[in-house]
Each structure stands twice: as C-alpha cells, then as structure tokens.
C-alpha cells in the first residue's frame, strides 16, 4: 500500500512510513491507516518545488488532473479545461518530462501521476471551493462522455459527484451512490457496498432533505449492507436509526422490519463479548410488542417469518445478560414459529440462533439435534450459501467437541466452500479461526500462524471486536508449545485486562503449570479453595478445563473436588471453543482425581483421554495425555512401572515429533521424579 502511493520513490516512502509511525499507525496492515495519512510536510514541499518550475499552463492542468486521482483520462480532463483532448496531452507534456507523470501503457489516452503522493500533494494546494467545483465538473464530464456506465464508471461518478456535493452534485451524488452501491451488492463485494451506501447516508440531508421515507430506506439498506460486512455494530447503529424513523413516523411495520434486518448470519455471536446493548434490546422488544399473535397470518413473509426473526434476534441480543433462561426460551419460540413458514431458510437462521442461546457452559441435549437438522437443510440444498456455511460450522464444531475429527474436516471443508461461495467476510474469517484452531491442536503451528494471521486481517477490518486479543491467545498458544513463552510475555497483559480476561487468566495459568512454572500459576490462581466465578458462556468448558489443571497442580484438594464434580458429567467432551485445545474433559478429570488422591478414577480418566485424543488425531495433547497416564502408572506396581515408561517414551518421541517443548520437559521432570522414587 506505501509503495502504490508512493511509486517506490525512497524519499517518499521513507516520509509516509515516519509519518505512520509517529502516528502510531507502522503496524496496521489495513488500507485505512495508509490512506488516511496526510502528505508529509517534506514530501508536500518537494512536490511544490517541482511543479513550481513547470509553465504556469501545465501548473494549472496538473492542478484540474489532481482530482482525477492516479489515473488521468486526458479527454474527461479536457473536457473540464475546455479543451481537447490533444491539447491537454500537449499541456501536460512538460510534466512527463519532468518525472512527475508517464504514460499509461495499458489504456491510451491515459496519464498516471508517477506517485500517488504528488496528486494528493496538488489536491492538497487547492481550496475546498475549488476542489468541489473541480469534482462538479468531472461529474459532468463522465456524463457526457461515458454514455454507456460501467460499474468503474459507476463508482467514479459516486465518488466525484459526493466530493462535490457542496457545490452543487449532492442529488446526482446520492443517485450514484445507490446505484453504485446496488451494483456492488449484485457482485458480492459486500465491503464496497456498504461504503457506498454509507457515501448515500452522508449526502441524504443535502440531497433530500427532510425525506423520512428516503432516510429509512437508505438506513435499512445501510444496515444489512453492513451485516454482510459483518461491521455488526455498524449495522445495529443503523438500523437502530431506522427504528427510531419508523417509530416516530408511526409505522410498526416498517419498525418491524427494520428490527428484523438485526438477524445475523453468523456461528459467533453478532456481539461483542459480554455485551448486551441495551438500546437495541429495547428495539427489539418494541418491535415484537407491535407484531400480530404468531399463527394468525403463517407463511414465510407473514406473521410467523416475522416472529421468528424477531424472537431469533432478540436471543442473540440477551446472549450475555444475566437471565440465561430467556434467550433459550426466545429461540425455542423462534425455531417454533420458523417451522410454521415453511421456509427452510427461515428455518435455519432460527436454529442458528437457537445453537448460540444454548451455546453455554454445559452441553446441552439439544445441541446435537440442532446441529443434525441444520446440516440436513443444507444437504437438501435449499440454503443460501452463506447459511450453508453456518449449517457446516455448527455441524462441524458439535463433531468435535464429542471427538468426531473424521466429521469435523468434512463439514470444515464445506463450510469454507460455501463461505467462499457467500462472500460474506464474517463467515470466511470464522473459517480462517476454526481452520487455526485445527491446526493448532495437530501440532502444525506453522499453518496454524498463517491461518490465524489471514483471519485477523479480515476479521479486523469487518467486525473488529478483540480481533486482536484473538490473535494474541493464538500466538501465545503457539509460542508455549515451541517453548517461547518468555518471548511472548508482553501479549499476557493485555490479554488479563481485555474482556476475555477471566479465561485467559486460567488458560495462561494452564500454560504455567504445562511449562512447570508453578510459582507463576500460583500468582494468577487467587486464594487457595476458590473456584472461579467464569461466565455460563462459551468458553466456561475450555476456561474449567484449565482451572481443573492448575488447582491440581497446585495441591488445591478444596478447589480441585469443586472442579471434579463440576465437571464429572462433561466426561467424553472436548475443550476446543477458543482454539486452545487443552486435552478434553477426561484429562482434566485425570489431573483433578489424582489430585484428590484417587488413583484408580485418575487411571480411568487418564485411559480414556488417551483412547480419545489418539482417535482424534490431535498430537500435542495427546503427548500431554500419555504423560499423565505415564506419571500415574510409575507410581504403581513393577508392570505399571514398565508401562509408564513406555508412555513416557511414546509422549516424548510424539512431542518431538511435533516440537512440543513443554512436554519434552514434563517427560524429564516425570522420569526425574520416579527415579528418586525408586531409590
């Protein structure tokens, strides 16, 4: 993005990157940050004292092309001068002389600016009048000369018609805008479509104003342009605003509409995490007040549809409050009324919602059942490809958690199919994190930072919300079990002060413990006895999980027996919600009874954590697994003793084989240990 704007040119590429970086803004991989950066003061003057030698002719052409942006179409330039095209080549013909511009190979009739810089440079030399009334003009001249648009053409005469709305183009602005907007929907690129509907929001009060019904329609359209760019609080901010319009203009139709445009198509939650937004909770509530009784009006677009959306909505916006019961009850009501319609798509967005009110800390009994009616709509092949994606997703995350990997890569593969299909951001970066999360868990740490990597870019430039917390857990989880944990510290702190931070404060003691620093478990753990208070969401499994590890490591026998009948009827299920896979429940059982002094449930647990993670194919935690089932067995009988070294053996040659350092060491520590015992 530097050396687009600034054409490789070693001056001013080092201007923008010191720029960038006083701005504290080096490390930001997204467009915005490069594009919002003025021009450098020494850059701006360079350029001034180059174009200051040219005819005072060409100084004004070169000022005209400015605003045309890199690329300068000589006859839309002429026909803003007054002249030719021919003349403006002839005018201009100074400036390629003196590097500033050359000629387009790919498109005669065609100019480019040699550095982005020296076009915002000139721009930046003009008035606000001046400029604007430029854009005016180039508007008229794209009409005049671009009979047939193209979506390019399309887009400049959105962009220039809204840069000089003050001089006079907001109407015609307004009208690029939404056409634009409506083009790039049809061609899926969701992002761009949002921008330009946002482009029609910002000239609504100069084009029309006063218009409620306009204001509405272009705020609904903003909103679900928004969803689809998965900028979820973008969208509730919008069409929150197109409630209100609604509700002031006395039309609960239109107000329910607009609510219903807050169903997202999403596995995650269309919040950020432990927020409720009270705001739109009261919308919501509102909408549903207004609506006629279920069943009085069925069918997909009738009473019933409008329900369940609604209903289905409204769980999802009461996810993290503080009464778990009513999102459960809301979706159920929303998979009830969807049944009514007979719209298998109304249908599965109902059970999506209905998969994330029931997505809490313990497995609930119909998850399964949820998971198996969604997959079987989109095998019949009557889903849009984005709730496809979201069918497979839900699918796939149910498969692992009950240690199914054959089912789990063959619904990942779908998913990622059809979220490739849908163009829908959100869904495509969700892959990108469970696609890291497996990888993760195999022991390819390598596939697994460039899967998290390719993620966050795109999740932080759409929805954004802790993409970069995220990001971080993936990193430290990856540094731990290369053994560079040390390397990593300065991502610990502000994964404890974020909102994810009473997990990470057990899944960062869970680290400690694996990598034998029980001084530092022991400072993140609290008093001695306590259990800890984690959220009934979904990341309590994988958070417990860690805590059962940590207080049994500690000797904590008062909070380990908590834990233990905690998490007794868990027993079969895997931990793996956040990507940190930390073994499953029957590990953690293993640690929890040995702890408590009860060998042979310890042994129990420990075999069937082994038989389990060795079917799943999941090698480090497999490694860790054989570990404790090795510990456990060298402290029994002659036998025993042999059949623990074994494991140890075995955990050793896989965490090797893997390049699991932690439980390298933990070998060590075991056959340290046992052979003191011994003596």
């Not at 469970?434 to 990888?439: H, K, L, M, R």
Request: aromatic share 4%; glycine share 8%.
């Amino acid at each position: 993005l530097v050396h687009e704007r600034t054409g490789g040119n070693p001056f001013f590429l080092g201007e923008v990157i010191e720029l960038l970086a006083r701005q504290d803004q080096a490390g930001d991989p997204g467009a915005d940050a490069v594009g919002r950066t003025r021009v450098p003061a020494a850059a701006l003057d360079v350029v001034r004292r180059r174009v200051g030698l040219l005819p005072a002719g060409t100084q004004r052409l070169l000022s005209a092309a400015s605003v045309l942006g890199i690329d300068i179409d000589l006859d839309v330039l002429g026909h803003v001068a007054g002249i030719s095209a021919a003349e403006a080549l002839d005018g201009l013909d100074a400036a390629v002389t003196a590097g500033l511009l050359r000629e387009d190979d790919t498109r005669p009739g065609r100019l480019r600016f040699a550095h982005a810089l020296v076009a915002e440079a000139l721009v930046a030399e003009l008035s606000p009048a001046r400029r604007a009334r430029l854009h005016v003009a180039v508007v008229a001249a794209l009409e005049a000369l671009r009979s047939a648009v193209t979506d390019d053409d399309l887009a400049r005469l959105a962009h220039h018609a809204r840069e000089g709305a003050v001089a006079g183009s907001a109407v015609p602005g307004f009208g690029y805008a939404v056409r634009a907007a409506e083009a790039a929907a049809a061609q899926g690129a969701v992002e761009v479509a949002a921008a330009r509907w946002e482009d029609a929001h910002r000239l609504l009060d100069l084009a029309h104003p006063g218009d409620a019904a306009r204001r509405y329609d272009v705020l609904v359209a903003l909103g679900r342009a928004r969803e689809a760019a998965d900028d979820q609080a973008g969208a509730q901010q919008a069409l929150l605003a197109a409630i209100e319009v609604a509700r002031v203009e006395g039309d609960d139709a239109a107000m329910r509409c607009a609510a219903g445009a807050l169903a997202a198509t999403t596995l995650w939650q269309p919040h950020a995490y432990g927020e409720v937004n009270l705001p739109l909770v009261r919308a919501l509530e509102t909408a549903l007040d207004t609506a006629p009784d279920a069943g009085s009006d069925a069918g997909a677009d009738g009473t019933d549809g409008e329900q369940a959306v609604l209903l289905g909505a409204l769980a999802d916006a009461l996810y993290y409050g503080v009464d778990a019961e009513r999102p459960d009850v809301l979706s159920a009501r929303a998979v009830t009324a969807a049944r009514r319609t007979d719209d298998p798509n109304r249908l599965a967005l109902a059970l999506s919602q209905r998969f994330r009110a029931i997505w809490r800390g313990s497995q609930h009994p119909e998850q399964a059942a949820v998971a198996d009616e969604m997959r079987a709509l989109a095998a019949a092949g009557r889903l849009t490809p984005g709730l496809t994606a979201v069918a497979h997703l839900v699918h796939a995350l149910t498969a692992l958690m009950r240690g199914d990997a054959v089912s789990f890569e063959r619904d990942l593969d779908a998913a990622r199919a059809a979220a490739d299909r849908s163009r829908l951001p959100g869904l495509v970066s969700q892959v990108g994190w469970a696609d890291a999360g497996w990888s993760l868990a195999r022991g390819r740490y390598d596939d697994a930072e460039r899967h998290a990597d390719d993620a966050h870019a795109l999740y932080r430039r759409t929805r954004g919300w802790e993409a970069d917390d995220i990001l971080a857990a993936f990193h430290l989880a990856i540094a731990h079990d290369r053994g560079e944990l040390h390397r990593a510290h300065e991502a610990i702190a502000p994964l404890l002060a974020g909102r994810f931070g009473a997990a990470a404060r057990e899944m960062i003691g869970w680290m400690h413990v694996d990598a034998g620093d029980l001084d530092a478990a022991r400072a993140l753990a609290g008093p001695a006895g306590a259990v800890p208070d984690l959220p009934q969401d979904w990341l309590w499994m994988e958070a417990t999980t860690a805590a059962a590890h940590v207080r049994a490591a500690l000797g904590d026998t008062a909070a380990a027996a908590a834990l233990y009948r905690t998490l007794a009827p868990e027993a079969g299920r895997m931990d793996v919600t956040a990507g940190v896979f930390l073994g499953g429940v029957d590990l953690a059982l293993a640690v929890l009874a040995e702890a408590l002094g009860d060998a042979g449930a310890a042994r129990r647990h420990a075999d069937d954590a082994v038989a389990r993670l060795e079917a799943l194919g999941t090698r480090p935690a497999l490694a860790r697994a054989l570990v404790v089932r090795g510990r456990l067995l060298t402290a029994g009988d002659a036998d025993d003793r042999a059949a623990g070294g074994a494991d140890l053996d075995r955990a050793a040659a896989v965490a090797h084989d893997v390049g699991v350092v932690p439980v390298l060491r933990a070998v060590d520590r075991v056959q340290a240990t046992s052979k003191v015992a011994s003596v």
